[in-house]
Protein backbone atom coordinates (compact mmCIF):
# COMPACT_ATOMS: atom_id res chain seq x y z
CA UNK A 1 0.00 0.00 0.00
CA UNK A 2 1.37 3.92 -0.73
CA UNK A 3 3.33 5.63 1.83
CA UNK A 4 2.33 8.96 2.83
CA UNK A 5 2.88 12.01 0.64
CA UNK A 6 7.12 12.49 1.54
CA UNK A 7 5.99 16.02 2.40
CA UNK A 8 4.12 14.71 5.30
CA UNK A 9 5.98 14.89 8.72
CA UNK A 10 6.96 11.35 10.17
CA UNK A 11 5.62 12.58 13.45
CA UNK A 12 2.36 14.06 14.27
CA UNK A 13 1.39 17.16 17.27
CA UNK A 14 -1.14 18.78 17.57
CA UNK A 15 -2.78 22.66 17.44
CA UNK A 16 -1.98 25.06 20.47
CA UNK A 17 -5.77 25.58 19.95
CA UNK A 18 -6.74 21.96 20.13
CA UNK A 19 -4.58 20.92 22.91
CA UNK A 20 -6.19 23.64 24.88
CA UNK A 21 -9.54 21.94 24.47
CA UNK A 22 -8.45 18.83 25.07
CA UNK A 23 -7.22 19.62 28.09
CA UNK A 24 -9.99 21.26 29.62
CA UNK A 25 -11.60 17.98 28.16
CA UNK A 26 -13.55 19.46 25.86
CA UNK A 27 -11.76 19.39 22.10
CA UNK A 28 -14.09 20.41 19.45
CA UNK A 29 -14.61 18.74 15.82
CA UNK A 30 -11.38 20.23 14.68
CA UNK A 31 -9.32 18.78 17.41
CA UNK A 32 -10.73 15.29 16.87
CA UNK A 33 -9.43 16.03 13.37
CA UNK A 34 -6.54 16.13 14.20
CA UNK A 35 -6.26 13.20 16.45
CA UNK A 36 -7.61 11.38 13.56
CA UNK A 37 -4.96 12.11 11.47
CA UNK A 38 -1.95 10.88 13.94
CA UNK A 39 -4.52 7.75 14.87
CA UNK A 40 -4.68 7.44 10.50
CA UNK A 41 -0.72 7.25 10.22
CA UNK A 42 -0.11 5.22 13.82
CA UNK A 43 -2.82 2.74 12.12
CA UNK A 44 -0.84 2.07 9.04
CA UNK A 45 2.68 2.04 10.31
CA UNK A 46 1.33 -0.95 12.74
CA UNK A 47 -0.37 -2.27 9.75
CA UNK A 48 3.18 -2.04 7.70
CA UNK A 49 4.85 -3.53 10.68
CA UNK A 50 2.55 -6.34 11.20
CA UNK A 51 2.17 -7.31 7.62
CA UNK A 52 6.08 -7.87 7.20
CA UNK A 53 6.51 -9.46 10.73
CA UNK A 54 3.61 -11.70 9.34
CA UNK A 55 4.86 -12.74 6.12
CA UNK A 56 7.80 -14.38 8.01
CA UNK A 57 6.00 -15.99 10.14
CA UNK A 58 3.72 -17.58 7.39
CA UNK A 59 7.05 -18.87 5.54
CA UNK A 60 8.12 -20.39 8.22
CA UNK A 61 5.15 -22.22 8.47
CA UNK A 62 4.08 -25.64 7.55
CA UNK A 63 0.63 -25.26 7.34
CA UNK A 64 -0.71 -21.59 6.44
CA UNK A 65 -4.13 -21.75 4.75
CA UNK A 66 -4.21 -17.73 4.12
CA UNK A 67 -2.25 -15.66 1.69
CA UNK A 68 -1.17 -12.83 2.99
CA UNK A 69 0.59 -11.55 -0.05
CA UNK A 70 -2.62 -11.82 -1.77
CA UNK A 71 -4.11 -9.94 0.59
CA UNK A 72 -2.31 -7.60 0.50
CA UNK A 73 -2.20 -6.81 -3.43
CA UNK A 74 -5.78 -6.92 -2.81
CA UNK A 75 -5.61 -3.98 -0.55
CA UNK A 76 -3.23 -1.97 -2.59
CA UNK A 77 -5.82 -2.37 -5.92
CA UNK A 78 -8.35 -1.48 -3.83
CA UNK A 79 -6.82 1.54 -2.40
CA UNK A 80 -5.93 2.65 -5.99
CA UNK A 81 -9.66 2.22 -7.45
CA UNK A 82 -11.16 3.85 -3.96
CA UNK A 83 -8.81 5.22 -1.36
CA UNK A 84 -11.74 6.40 0.89
CA UNK A 85 -13.08 2.44 1.11
CA UNK A 86 -10.33 1.55 2.01
CA UNK A 87 -9.61 3.63 4.60
CA UNK A 88 -12.99 3.28 5.78
CA UNK A 89 -11.65 -0.29 6.48
CA UNK A 90 -8.21 0.41 7.61
CA UNK A 91 -9.98 3.09 10.11
CA UNK A 92 -12.64 1.18 11.55
CA UNK A 93 -12.05 0.29 15.49
CA UNK A 94 -12.09 -3.26 14.87
CA UNK A 95 -9.11 -3.41 12.79
CA UNK A 96 -7.45 -1.40 15.51
CA UNK A 97 -8.08 -3.85 17.67
CA UNK A 98 -7.11 -6.37 15.68
CA UNK A 99 -3.48 -5.10 14.70
CA UNK A 100 -3.01 -4.60 18.53
CA UNK A 101 -4.14 -7.91 18.97
CA UNK A 102 -2.21 -9.82 16.20
CA UNK A 103 0.92 -7.82 17.02
CA UNK A 104 0.90 -9.08 20.39
CA UNK A 105 0.51 -12.65 19.56
CA UNK A 106 3.74 -11.80 17.91
CA UNK A 107 5.93 -10.56 20.61
CA UNK A 108 4.23 -13.38 22.76
CA UNK A 109 2.59 -11.18 24.73
CA UNK A 110 -0.92 -12.19 24.19
CA UNK A 111 -2.20 -15.82 24.81
CA UNK A 112 -4.77 -16.89 22.36
CA UNK A 113 -6.48 -20.35 21.59
CA UNK A 114 -7.48 -18.94 18.29
CA UNK A 115 -4.86 -20.72 15.40
CA UNK A 116 -2.45 -18.09 14.60
CA UNK A 117 -2.89 -18.58 11.30
CA UNK A 118 -5.94 -17.41 11.93
CA UNK A 119 -5.23 -14.29 13.99
CA UNK A 120 -2.85 -13.11 11.08
CA UNK A 121 -5.09 -14.10 8.13
CA UNK A 122 -7.71 -11.92 9.18
CA UNK A 123 -5.90 -9.39 6.90
CA UNK A 124 -7.44 -11.13 4.07
CA UNK A 125 -10.99 -10.70 5.41
CA UNK A 126 -9.76 -6.80 5.86
CA UNK A 127 -8.93 -7.10 2.07
CA UNK A 128 -11.65 -8.67 0.80
CA UNK A 129 -14.07 -6.06 2.50
CA UNK A 130 -12.66 -3.49 0.90
CA UNK A 131 -11.87 -5.48 -2.49
CA UNK A 132 -16.02 -6.02 -2.38
CA UNK A 133 -17.02 -2.70 -1.22
CA UNK A 134 -14.52 -0.86 -4.31
CA UNK A 135 -16.26 -3.36 -6.56
CA UNK A 136 -13.22 -4.52 -8.27
CA UNK A 137 -12.43 -8.40 -9.15
CA UNK A 138 -10.50 -10.39 -6.54
CA UNK A 139 -10.22 -13.99 -5.40
CA UNK A 140 -9.08 -14.74 -1.31
CA UNK A 141 -9.13 -17.20 0.73
CA UNK A 142 -10.29 -16.05 4.61
CA UNK A 143 -10.59 -17.58 7.37
CA UNK A 144 -13.98 -18.92 9.13
CA UNK A 145 -15.38 -19.57 12.90
CA UNK A 146 -17.64 -21.91 12.89
CA UNK A 147 -19.46 -21.41 9.50
CA UNK A 148 -19.25 -17.52 9.69
CA UNK A 149 -17.56 -15.62 7.53
CA UNK A 150 -16.80 -11.93 8.53
CA UNK A 151 -16.16 -9.04 6.22
CA UNK A 152 -15.50 -6.13 8.09
CA UNK A 153 -17.94 -3.05 7.75
CA UNK A 154 -19.49 -4.71 4.83
CA UNK A 155 -21.30 -7.65 6.79
CA UNK A 156 -20.94 -11.59 7.20
CA UNK A 157 -22.20 -14.33 5.72
CA UNK A 158 -23.18 -17.51 7.47
CA UNK A 159 -22.32 -21.16 5.38
CA UNK A 160 -23.05 -24.82 6.82
CA UNK A 161 -21.41 -24.52 10.19
CA UNK A 162 -18.09 -26.44 10.20
CA UNK A 163 -16.40 -26.95 13.94
CA UNK A 164 -13.54 -24.81 14.95
CA UNK A 165 -12.04 -22.50 12.24
CA UNK A 166 -11.54 -23.37 8.50
CA UNK A 167 -11.60 -21.31 5.41
CA UNK A 168 -13.79 -19.54 2.52
CA UNK A 169 -13.22 -18.49 -1.05
CA UNK A 170 -14.31 -15.13 -1.59
CA UNK A 171 -14.50 -14.07 -5.60
CA UNK A 172 -15.80 -10.51 -6.38
CA UNK A 173 -16.48 -8.54 -8.92
CA UNK A 174 -18.22 -5.16 -9.88
CA UNK A 175 -21.54 -6.85 -9.32
CA UNK A 176 -21.64 -9.87 -7.55
CA UNK A 177 -19.45 -11.34 -4.28
CA UNK A 178 -19.58 -15.29 -3.68
CA UNK A 179 -18.52 -16.56 -0.47
CA UNK A 180 -17.91 -20.77 -1.06
CA UNK A 181 -16.69 -23.03 1.75
CA UNK A 182 -18.32 -26.41 4.20
CA UNK A 183 -19.95 -27.60 1.13
CA UNK A 184 -22.34 -23.89 0.86
CA UNK A 185 -22.61 -20.93 -1.03
CA UNK A 186 -23.77 -17.17 -0.40
CA UNK A 187 -24.43 -15.13 -3.33
CA UNK A 188 -24.20 -11.10 -2.63
CA UNK A 189 -25.83 -8.61 -5.64
CA UNK A 190 -25.16 -5.21 -6.16
CA UNK A 191 -26.72 -3.83 -3.32
CA UNK A 192 -24.12 -4.76 -0.64
CA UNK A 193 -26.38 -3.56 2.23
CA UNK A 194 -29.72 -5.80 0.88
CA UNK A 195 -30.01 -8.96 3.36
CA UNK A 196 -30.55 -11.73 1.48
CA UNK A 197 -30.00 -15.63 2.41
CA UNK A 198 -27.22 -16.26 3.91
CA UNK A 199 -25.95 -12.81 4.11
CA UNK A 200 -26.15 -9.90 7.20
CA UNK A 201 -25.31 -6.82 5.48
CA UNK A 202 -23.49 -4.10 8.36
CA UNK A 203 -26.70 -2.07 9.44
CA UNK A 204 -25.97 1.91 9.69
CA UNK A 205 -27.84 4.41 12.41
CA UNK A 206 -28.81 7.55 11.49
CA UNK A 207 -27.47 10.75 13.75
CA UNK A 208 -29.26 13.68 13.50
CA UNK A 209 -32.43 14.86 11.15
CA UNK A 210 -32.91 16.43 7.75
CA UNK A 211 -29.86 17.28 5.73
CA UNK A 212 -27.81 17.32 8.85
CA UNK A 213 -28.12 13.88 9.69
CA UNK A 214 -24.69 11.45 8.96
CA UNK A 215 -24.41 7.88 9.83
CA UNK A 216 -22.69 5.21 12.17
CA UNK A 217 -22.13 1.66 11.53
CA UNK A 218 -24.29 -0.73 14.21
CA UNK A 219 -21.25 -2.80 14.19
CA UNK A 220 -23.02 -6.61 15.19
CA UNK A 221 -20.43 -8.64 12.76
CA UNK A 222 -16.62 -7.79 13.12
CA UNK A 223 -14.95 -10.54 15.05
CA UNK A 224 -12.96 -7.33 16.65
CA UNK A 225 -15.39 -5.07 17.73
CA UNK A 226 -15.50 -5.62 21.54
CA UNK A 227 -11.64 -5.08 22.13
CA UNK A 228 -10.58 -8.55 22.96
CA UNK A 229 -11.82 -10.63 20.18
CA UNK A 230 -12.46 -12.19 17.86
CA UNK A 231 -15.88 -12.97 18.62
CA UNK A 232 -19.08 -14.62 17.42
CA UNK A 233 -21.17 -11.85 15.60
CA UNK A 234 -24.46 -11.10 17.17
CA UNK A 235 -27.48 -10.05 14.73
CA UNK A 236 -29.63 -7.91 16.40
CA UNK A 237 -33.58 -8.49 16.03
CA UNK A 238 -35.19 -6.11 13.80
CA UNK A 239 -37.19 -5.30 16.94
CA UNK A 240 -34.05 -4.79 18.65
CA UNK A 241 -32.49 -2.40 15.88
CA UNK A 242 -35.77 0.16 15.57
CA UNK A 243 -34.87 0.28 19.41
CA UNK A 244 -31.69 1.51 18.75
CA UNK A 245 -32.79 3.38 16.12
CA UNK A 246 -35.60 5.55 18.19
CA UNK A 247 -33.32 5.73 20.92
CA UNK A 248 -30.15 7.09 19.05
CA UNK A 249 -32.28 10.05 17.41
CA UNK A 250 -33.52 10.83 20.78
CA UNK A 251 -30.15 10.99 22.21
CA UNK A 252 -28.66 12.54 19.71
CA UNK A 253 -31.43 15.30 19.81
CA UNK A 254 -30.49 16.14 23.36
CA UNK A 255 -26.53 16.07 22.75
CA UNK A 256 -27.59 18.89 19.88
CA UNK A 257 -29.60 21.07 22.42
CA UNK A 258 -26.93 20.77 25.53
CA UNK A 259 -23.74 20.27 24.53
CA UNK A 260 -23.43 21.19 20.36
CA UNK A 261 -20.03 21.35 20.31
CA UNK A 262 -18.61 18.40 22.04
CA UNK A 263 -21.78 16.99 19.84
CA UNK A 264 -19.86 17.71 16.98
CA UNK A 265 -16.45 16.29 17.71
CA UNK A 266 -18.47 13.46 18.60
CA UNK A 267 -19.81 13.20 14.95
CA UNK A 268 -16.54 13.43 13.53
CA UNK A 269 -14.60 10.72 15.34
CA UNK A 270 -17.31 8.18 16.39
CA UNK A 271 -17.06 5.34 13.96
CA UNK A 272 -18.64 2.79 15.19
CA UNK A 273 -21.35 1.31 17.59
CA UNK A 274 -21.37 -2.11 19.04
CA UNK A 275 -24.65 -3.67 20.37
CA UNK A 276 -24.05 -5.44 23.61
CA UNK A 277 -26.82 -7.40 25.29
CA UNK A 278 -28.99 -5.27 27.96
CA UNK A 279 -28.23 -4.65 31.37
CA UNK A 280 -29.39 -4.37 34.82
CA UNK A 281 -31.42 -0.74 35.09
CA UNK A 282 -29.11 2.14 35.83
CA UNK A 283 -26.26 -0.33 34.94
CA UNK A 284 -25.76 -0.16 31.28
CA UNK A 285 -23.13 -1.51 30.04
CA UNK A 286 -20.29 0.94 27.62
CA UNK A 287 -16.34 0.47 26.96
CA UNK A 288 -13.79 1.44 24.67
CA UNK A 289 -10.12 1.06 23.84
CA UNK A 290 -7.02 3.98 22.62
CA UNK A 291 -6.17 0.88 20.06
CA UNK A 292 -10.30 1.22 18.34
CA UNK A 293 -10.30 5.02 18.12
CA UNK A 294 -13.95 5.84 17.75
CA UNK A 295 -15.35 2.43 18.75
CA UNK A 296 -18.28 2.07 21.71
CA UNK A 297 -19.40 -0.81 23.12
CA UNK A 298 -22.67 -0.15 24.35
CA UNK A 299 -26.04 -1.71 26.22
CA UNK A 300 -29.02 0.08 25.54
CA UNK A 301 -29.88 2.15 28.43
CA UNK A 302 -33.85 2.32 29.06
CA UNK A 303 -33.56 5.83 28.96
CA UNK A 304 -32.21 8.51 25.71
CA UNK A 305 -30.25 10.82 28.26
CA UNK A 306 -28.97 8.06 29.77
CA UNK A 307 -27.45 7.09 25.93
CA UNK A 308 -26.28 10.39 25.29
CA UNK A 309 -24.62 10.11 28.67
CA UNK A 310 -22.74 7.07 27.47
CA UNK A 311 -21.59 8.17 24.53
CA UNK A 312 -20.22 11.38 25.81
CA UNK A 313 -18.41 8.97 28.46
CA UNK A 314 -16.99 6.72 26.34
CA UNK A 315 -15.81 9.56 23.09
CA UNK A 316 -14.10 10.63 26.28
CA UNK A 317 -11.98 7.94 26.63
CA UNK A 318 -11.55 7.78 22.76
CA UNK A 319 -9.97 11.57 22.79
CA UNK A 320 -7.58 11.12 25.86
CA UNK A 321 -6.41 7.47 24.28
CA UNK A 322 -5.20 9.39 20.92
CA UNK A 323 -3.91 12.34 23.25
CA UNK A 324 -1.68 9.64 24.86
CA UNK A 325 -0.79 8.30 21.86
CA UNK A 326 0.88 11.59 20.66
CA UNK A 327 2.32 12.46 24.23
CA UNK A 328 2.10 10.29 27.29
CA UNK A 329 0.78 11.83 30.30
CA UNK A 330 1.85 9.09 33.17
CA UNK A 331 6.31 8.11 33.14
CA UNK A 332 6.04 4.39 33.32
CA UNK A 333 6.67 2.93 37.02
CA UNK A 334 10.04 1.60 37.91
CA UNK A 335 10.38 -2.15 37.51
CA UNK A 336 10.39 -3.54 41.33
CA UNK A 337 9.17 -6.02 43.80
CA UNK A 338 6.99 -3.92 44.57
CA UNK A 339 3.00 -4.14 44.30
CA UNK A 340 2.08 -0.86 41.60
CA UNK A 341 0.68 2.12 43.66
CA UNK A 342 -3.22 1.55 43.05
CA UNK A 343 -5.99 4.15 43.67
CA UNK A 344 -9.60 4.72 44.53
CA UNK A 345 -11.78 5.44 41.72
CA UNK A 346 -15.60 6.34 42.86
CA UNK A 347 -16.83 4.45 39.37
CA UNK A 348 -14.81 1.34 39.85
CA UNK A 349 -15.29 -1.64 42.12
CA UNK A 350 -11.64 -2.66 41.72
CA UNK A 351 -8.02 -0.26 42.39
CA UNK A 352 -6.89 1.36 39.42
CA UNK A 353 -2.95 2.29 38.15
CA UNK A 354 -2.73 6.12 37.64
CA UNK A 355 -3.22 5.35 34.30
CA UNK A 356 -6.72 4.06 34.56
CA UNK A 357 -7.80 6.88 37.35
CA UNK A 358 -6.61 9.76 34.62
CA UNK A 359 -9.13 8.15 32.24
CA UNK A 360 -11.91 7.78 34.79
CA UNK A 361 -10.92 11.44 35.45
CA UNK A 362 -11.34 12.47 32.13
CA UNK A 363 -14.22 10.76 31.47
CA UNK A 364 -16.34 11.74 33.94
CA UNK A 365 -15.83 14.95 33.96
CA UNK A 366 -17.40 14.98 30.55
CA UNK A 367 -20.37 12.89 31.73
CA UNK A 368 -20.60 15.57 34.79
CA UNK A 369 -20.47 18.17 32.33
CA UNK A 370 -23.15 17.01 30.33
CA UNK A 371 -25.58 16.55 33.41
CA UNK A 372 -24.97 20.18 34.78
CA UNK A 373 -26.37 21.24 31.71
CA UNK A 374 -28.81 18.38 31.04
CA UNK A 375 -30.73 19.19 34.68
CA UNK A 376 -31.65 22.74 33.29
CA UNK A 377 -33.09 21.65 30.09
CA UNK A 378 -34.73 18.03 30.88
CA UNK A 379 -38.32 17.03 31.62
CA UNK A 380 -39.22 18.22 35.23
CA UNK A 381 -39.74 14.39 36.11
CA UNK A 382 -36.31 13.82 34.95
CA UNK A 383 -34.76 16.80 36.71
CA UNK A 384 -34.50 15.08 40.01
CA UNK A 385 -32.10 12.29 38.62
CA UNK A 386 -30.15 14.85 36.50
CA UNK A 387 -29.16 16.78 39.30
CA UNK A 388 -28.52 13.89 41.29
CA UNK A 389 -26.17 12.90 38.45
CA UNK A 390 -24.41 15.99 38.28
CA UNK A 391 -23.69 16.47 42.06
CA UNK A 392 -22.18 12.39 42.69
CA UNK A 393 -20.18 12.71 39.20
CA UNK A 394 -18.91 16.02 40.44
CA UNK A 395 -18.24 15.23 43.61
CA UNK A 396 -16.28 12.07 42.61
CA UNK A 397 -14.56 13.69 39.87
CA UNK A 398 -13.15 16.41 42.57
CA UNK A 399 -12.26 14.35 44.63
CA UNK A 400 -9.88 12.43 42.77
CA UNK A 401 -8.08 14.55 40.95
CA UNK A 402 -7.24 15.80 44.26
CA UNK A 403 -6.51 12.45 45.40
CA UNK A 404 -3.75 12.44 41.91
CA UNK A 405 -2.68 16.03 41.04
CA UNK A 406 1.26 16.47 41.91
CA UNK A 407 1.91 12.88 41.35
CA UNK A 408 5.66 12.39 40.51
CA UNK A 409 4.64 9.94 37.72
CA UNK A 410 2.83 12.84 36.11
CA UNK A 411 4.87 14.23 32.82
CA UNK A 412 4.61 17.68 32.10
CA UNK A 413 1.77 17.25 29.65
CA UNK A 414 -0.36 15.23 32.49
CA UNK A 415 0.17 18.08 35.24
CA UNK A 416 -0.94 20.23 32.96
CA UNK A 417 -4.10 18.06 31.99
CA UNK A 418 -4.68 17.72 35.83
CA UNK A 419 -4.27 21.18 36.46
CA UNK A 420 -7.33 22.48 33.59
CA UNK A 421 -9.50 19.88 34.93
CA UNK A 422 -9.02 21.09 38.56
CA UNK A 423 -9.93 24.55 36.77
CA UNK A 424 -12.47 23.35 35.37
CA UNK A 425 -14.51 21.25 37.93
CA UNK A 426 -13.89 24.20 40.64
CA UNK A 427 -15.91 26.40 38.62
CA UNK A 428 -18.55 23.67 39.39
CA UNK A 429 -18.54 23.76 42.95
CA UNK A 430 -20.88 26.92 43.50
CA UNK A 431 -23.63 25.80 41.67
CA UNK A 432 -27.08 24.75 42.98
CA UNK A 433 -28.41 21.41 43.39
CA UNK A 434 -31.46 20.71 45.29
CA UNK A 435 -31.31 19.35 49.31
CA UNK A 436 -32.63 16.06 48.40
CA UNK A 437 -30.39 15.20 45.08
CA UNK A 438 -27.54 16.51 46.70
CA UNK A 439 -27.76 14.60 49.83
CA UNK A 440 -28.44 11.37 48.37
CA UNK A 441 -25.17 12.21 45.72
CA UNK A 442 -22.98 12.90 48.78
CA UNK A 443 -24.08 9.56 50.83
CA UNK A 444 -23.94 7.86 47.83
CA UNK A 445 -20.06 8.62 46.88
CA UNK A 446 -19.27 9.12 50.63
CA UNK A 447 -20.98 4.86 50.77
CA UNK A 448 -18.84 3.88 47.81
CA UNK A 449 -15.76 4.98 49.04
CA UNK A 450 -16.36 3.65 52.74
CA UNK A 451 -17.23 0.15 51.18
CA UNK A 452 -14.21 0.39 48.39
CA UNK A 453 -11.75 0.65 51.91
CA UNK A 454 -13.02 -1.98 53.94
CA UNK A 455 -12.93 -4.31 50.79
CA UNK A 456 -9.15 -3.43 49.84
CA UNK A 457 -7.61 -2.04 52.92
CA UNK A 458 -5.48 -4.03 55.65
CA UNK A 459 -4.66 -2.44 58.34
CA UNK A 460 -1.25 -3.34 60.35
CA UNK A 461 -1.46 -6.39 61.93
CA UNK A 462 0.85 -5.40 64.62
CA UNK A 463 -1.77 -2.00 65.22
CA UNK A 464 -4.47 -4.17 65.32
CA UNK A 465 -3.13 -6.52 67.94
CA UNK A 466 -2.59 -3.63 69.71
CA UNK A 467 -5.57 -2.66 69.50
CA UNK A 468 -7.07 -5.81 70.42
CA UNK A 469 -5.38 -6.20 73.63
CA UNK A 470 -6.34 -2.76 74.60
CA UNK A 471 -10.08 -3.71 73.93
CA UNK A 472 -9.86 -6.89 76.27
CA UNK A 473 -8.36 -4.54 79.25
CA UNK A 474 -10.48 -2.17 79.00
CA UNK A 475 -8.23 0.44 78.01
CA UNK A 476 -8.50 3.52 75.78
CA UNK A 477 -8.04 2.48 72.38
CA UNK A 478 -4.50 3.52 71.51
CA UNK A 479 -3.93 6.01 68.91
CA UNK A 480 -4.28 4.75 65.14
CA UNK A 481 -4.18 7.82 63.26
CA UNK A 482 -2.15 8.85 60.62
CA UNK A 483 -0.88 5.38 59.79
CA UNK A 484 -1.92 4.12 56.29
CA UNK A 485 -3.38 0.82 55.67
CA UNK A 486 -2.00 -1.69 52.77
CA UNK A 487 -3.76 -1.95 49.89
CA UNK A 488 -4.75 -5.63 49.40
CA UNK A 489 -6.98 -5.65 46.02
CA UNK A 490 -9.80 -8.06 47.39
CA UNK A 491 -11.31 -9.78 43.98
CA UNK A 492 -14.18 -10.82 45.95
CA UNK A 493 -15.23 -6.82 45.80
CA UNK A 494 -18.94 -6.45 43.64
CA UNK A 495 -21.12 -3.96 43.07
CA UNK A 496 -20.10 -0.99 45.64
CA UNK A 497 -22.15 1.50 43.30
CA UNK A 498 -25.13 -0.14 45.03
CA UNK A 499 -26.42 3.16 46.95
CA UNK A 500 -26.26 5.05 43.91
CA UNK A 501 -27.97 2.89 41.91
CA UNK A 502 -30.77 2.38 44.27
CA UNK A 503 -30.99 6.70 44.97
CA UNK A 504 -31.53 6.62 41.15
CA UNK A 505 -34.66 3.91 41.50
CA UNK A 506 -35.90 6.04 44.46
CA UNK A 507 -35.92 9.20 42.27
CA UNK A 508 -37.26 7.87 39.17
CA UNK A 509 -39.59 5.57 40.82
CA UNK A 510 -40.48 6.16 44.63
CA UNK A 511 -42.98 3.46 45.06
CA UNK A 512 -41.61 0.91 42.85
CA UNK A 513 -41.10 -2.65 43.53
CA UNK A 514 -37.30 -2.08 44.88
CA UNK A 515 -38.83 -0.61 47.87
CA UNK A 516 -39.34 -4.72 48.60
CA UNK A 517 -36.23 -5.66 50.92
CA UNK A 518 -37.09 -9.10 49.67
CA UNK A 519 -37.58 -8.50 46.16
CA UNK A 520 -34.58 -6.28 45.97
CA UNK A 521 -32.27 -9.01 44.95
CA UNK A 522 -33.90 -9.69 41.58
CA UNK A 523 -33.54 -6.29 40.60
CA UNK A 524 -30.37 -4.42 41.84
CA UNK A 525 -27.41 -7.13 41.78
CA UNK A 526 -25.52 -6.82 45.11
CA UNK A 527 -28.15 -5.35 47.04
CA UNK A 528 -29.50 -6.56 50.74
CA UNK A 529 -32.37 -5.46 52.43
CA UNK A 530 -30.21 -3.51 54.51
CA UNK A 531 -29.41 -1.85 51.61
CA UNK A 532 -33.06 -1.24 50.90
CA UNK A 533 -33.88 0.04 54.42
CA UNK A 534 -30.82 2.66 53.81
CA UNK A 535 -32.19 4.04 50.73
CA UNK A 536 -35.45 4.47 52.12
CA UNK A 537 -34.47 6.05 54.42
CA UNK A 538 -34.98 3.75 57.45
CA UNK A 539 -31.72 4.42 59.35
CA UNK A 540 -33.01 2.73 62.94
CA UNK A 541 -34.22 -0.36 61.24
CA UNK A 542 -31.15 -1.02 59.16
CA UNK A 543 -28.91 -0.46 62.33
CA UNK A 544 -30.65 -2.33 64.31
CA UNK A 545 -30.33 -5.24 61.55
CA UNK A 546 -26.47 -4.69 60.61
CA UNK A 547 -25.89 -4.58 64.50
CA UNK A 548 -27.46 -8.04 65.07
CA UNK A 549 -25.39 -9.47 61.46
CA UNK A 550 -22.23 -8.24 63.64
CA UNK A 551 -22.99 -9.62 67.10
CA UNK A 552 -24.46 -12.73 66.20
CA UNK A 553 -23.96 -13.60 62.42
CA UNK A 554 -21.38 -13.30 59.74
CA UNK A 555 -21.67 -10.23 58.18
CA UNK A 556 -20.55 -9.74 54.45
CA UNK A 557 -17.43 -7.48 53.51
CA UNK A 558 -19.40 -3.54 53.95
CA UNK A 559 -21.53 -4.34 56.75
CA UNK A 560 -19.12 -1.77 58.61
CA UNK A 561 -19.31 1.36 55.97
CA UNK A 562 -23.15 -0.03 55.81
CA UNK A 563 -23.17 0.27 59.69
CA UNK A 564 -21.52 3.91 59.18
CA UNK A 565 -24.20 5.59 56.96
CA UNK A 566 -27.18 3.84 59.62
CA UNK A 567 -25.68 6.13 62.17
CA UNK A 568 -25.00 9.12 59.88
CA UNK A 569 -28.42 10.97 61.40
CA UNK A 570 -27.45 9.83 65.28
CA UNK A 571 -26.10 12.80 67.52
CA UNK A 572 -24.51 10.27 69.72
CA UNK A 573 -23.08 8.03 67.45
CA UNK A 574 -21.60 10.73 65.62
CA UNK A 575 -17.87 9.97 66.15
CA UNK A 576 -18.98 6.09 65.46
CA UNK A 577 -20.20 6.96 61.88
CA UNK A 578 -17.74 9.70 60.94
CA UNK A 579 -14.86 6.83 62.05
CA UNK A 580 -17.11 3.91 60.12
CA UNK A 581 -17.15 6.51 56.81
CA UNK A 582 -13.63 6.78 56.59
CA UNK A 583 -11.76 3.89 57.73
CA UNK A 584 -14.35 0.65 58.22
CA UNK A 585 -11.44 -1.24 57.86
CA UNK A 586 -10.46 -1.03 60.93
CA UNK A 587 -13.45 -2.19 62.64
CA UNK A 588 -13.67 -4.95 60.35
CA UNK A 589 -9.78 -6.03 61.42
CA UNK A 590 -10.47 -5.94 64.76
CA UNK A 591 -13.63 -7.51 64.92
CA UNK A 592 -12.22 -10.47 63.45
CA UNK A 593 -9.25 -10.65 65.11
CA UNK A 594 -11.42 -10.75 68.17
CA UNK A 595 -13.40 -13.15 67.22
CA UNK A 596 -11.15 -15.81 65.58
CA UNK A 597 -8.23 -15.27 67.85
CA UNK A 598 -10.37 -14.81 71.65
CA UNK A 599 -13.74 -15.95 70.48
CA UNK A 600 -15.28 -12.79 71.45
CA UNK A 601 -17.96 -11.00 69.44
CA UNK A 602 -17.76 -7.26 70.46
CA UNK A 603 -21.04 -5.14 70.60
CA UNK A 604 -20.53 -3.51 67.28
CA UNK A 605 -21.74 0.01 68.06
CA UNK A 606 -19.33 0.17 71.02
CA UNK A 607 -16.51 -1.24 68.44
CA UNK A 608 -17.21 1.63 66.34
CA UNK A 609 -17.48 4.29 69.55
CA UNK A 610 -14.52 3.46 71.31
CA UNK A 611 -12.31 3.42 67.66
CA UNK A 612 -13.72 6.49 66.74
CA UNK A 613 -13.26 8.21 70.14
CA UNK A 614 -9.88 7.52 69.09
CA UNK A 615 -9.82 8.85 65.58
CA UNK A 616 -11.56 12.38 66.81
CA UNK A 617 -8.36 12.89 69.45
CA UNK A 618 -5.40 12.29 66.61
CA UNK A 619 -7.04 12.75 63.05
CA UNK A 620 -8.02 10.15 60.53
CA UNK A 621 -6.89 7.03 59.60
CA UNK A 622 -5.39 5.87 56.40
Known amino acids: MSSPPDDRSAFHSISAAGLHGLLRGDGDGAAVEELLGAERSRRLLLLRALYDRSVQVAA???DFPVSLGAAWESLERAQAQAPAVVEQVLLAPGTGTWVSCAL????????????LWATLGHLASLAAAAS???RIEFALRVPVREGTVSLPGLGCAVLPAQEGWSTAHVVGDRSVVRITGGGGEVVVGPDRERQVPGWWPTRRMTLGRGDAAGSVPLEEHDPYRTFFGPTAARVLSESEARSWQSSLTEAWDILLRDTPAQTDAIRQGLRSIAPMPKGERFRPYSSSSAEAFGGIN??????SSELAATLVHEFQHVKLGALTHLSPLVRRAEKTPERAELFHAPWRDDPRPLEGVLQGIYAFLGVARFWRVNRRAADPAHAPL???EFALWREAVWSTLNSVRGHDRLTPLGHRLLESLLHSCADWLGDDVPDAELRLAREAFAGHRARWREHHLRPSPDLVDEAVRAWRRNDACPPLAHTASSLVPDEDARFLDTAAVLARHHLTDPGGSWRDPAAVVDRVR?????????ARGERSAARRELADQLLHGDPAVGSWAALGRALADSPEHRAASRFLMRSPQWARAVR???????????DPLALAAWLGVATSRSGPLG
Open 60 to 62: GSG
Open 592 to 602: ETLYEEHGQRP
Open 298 to 303: ASLPEE
Open 526 to 534: GASPVDVLL
Open 386 to 388: AHF
Open 132 to 134: AAA
Open 104 to 115: RRLRGTLLSDVP
